[in-house]
Nanobody
Framework: VQLQASGGGLVQAGESLRLSCAAS????????MAWYRQAPGKQREVVAD???????NYADSVQGRFTISRDNAKDTVYLQMNSLKPEDTAVYYC???????????????WGQGTQVTVSS
């Protein structure tokens, strides 16, 4: 299973970016998908997650500004980031909890990370 993330870049404060992450490979089911981020000198933190049924959760710091969504037919998760702030600057990683086969346990897979830089 591979996760391919895209959509990062350099923007000014107040602007928007949309991240995408597509899962591919041998998968029986893709369950919760999530976005994490890691800023320099800080621990990785969860930004938002979404279940296969569409239930979402957000970190307090992004509530109301970021929207997570997914296309189950494409095994793809998105993160729409609006009103970006300099403190949103980080490497963003996508995560998927995948069951490879009908008899296997769920495993966590990670994308390669995409840089988001917000200038003031």
């Amino acid at each position: 299973v591979q996760l391919q993330a895209s959509g990062g870049g350099l923007v000014q404060a107040g602007e928007s970016l949309r991240l995408s992450c597509a899962a591919s490979g041998r998968m029986f089911s893709v369950n919760t998908m999530a976005w994490y981020r890691q800023a320099p000198g800080k621990q990785r933190e969860v930004v938002a997650d979404i279940t296969s049924g569409g239930t979402t959760n957000y970190a307090d710091s992004v509530q109301g500004r970021f929207t997570i969504s997914r296309d189950n037919a494409k095994d793809t998760v998105y993160l729409q980031m609006n009103s970006l702030k300099p403190e949103d600057t980080a490497v963003y990683y996508c995560n998927a909890r995948v069951r490879d086969t009908i008899i296997s346990r769920e495993r966590d897979y990670w994308g390669q990370g995409t840089q988001v830089t917000v200038s003031s």
